[in-house]
């Protein structure tokens, strides 16, 4: 399994982004995706996962309301849509697919894919 994140870039606050995480493989289908995000300095913290089926999601409360993770698994790919941005959200966004445990820590994913860099300015 590999997952690449693509999609980041440099908006301004207020905007809205798209990124996306493709994976390879034939099993997508079956296993539960995560973004977490990274800035600076900071630990990688939670954003939102979304079940195999997309039947149910998590949110982080700082992005809750603002982001949306979706999925095709047509294409092989989960999104998370970002509106409102804030120049806190400036951090390197990784995909990665959930293992098992607790949706919230890092620990309970694998196949980390590359990040992808998104910057807000204020």
């Known amino acids: 399994v590999q997952l690449q994140a693509s999609g980041g870039g440099l908006v301004q606050a207020g905007d809205s982004l798209r990124v996306s995480c493709a994976a390879s493989?034939?099993?997508?289908?079956?296993?539960?995706v995560g973004w977490f995000r990274q800035a600076p300095g900071k630990e990688r913290e939670f954003v939102a996962v979304n079940n195999y089926s997309g039947g149910y999601t998590y949110y982080a409360d700082s992005v809750k309301g603002r982001f949306t993770i979706s999925r095709d698994n047509a294409k092989n790919t989960v999104y998370l849509q970002m509106n409102s941005l804030k120049p806190e959200d400036t951090a390197v966004y990784y995909c990665?697919?959930?293992?098992?445990?607790?949706?919230?820590?890092?620990?309970?994913?694998?196949?980390w894919g590359q990040g992808t860099q998104v910057t807000v300015s204020s």
């Open positions: 990665a697919r959930y293992y098992s445990g607790n949706y919230y820590y890092t620990t309970s994913y694998k196949f």
């Open positions: 493989g034939r099993t997508f289908s079956r296993y539960s």
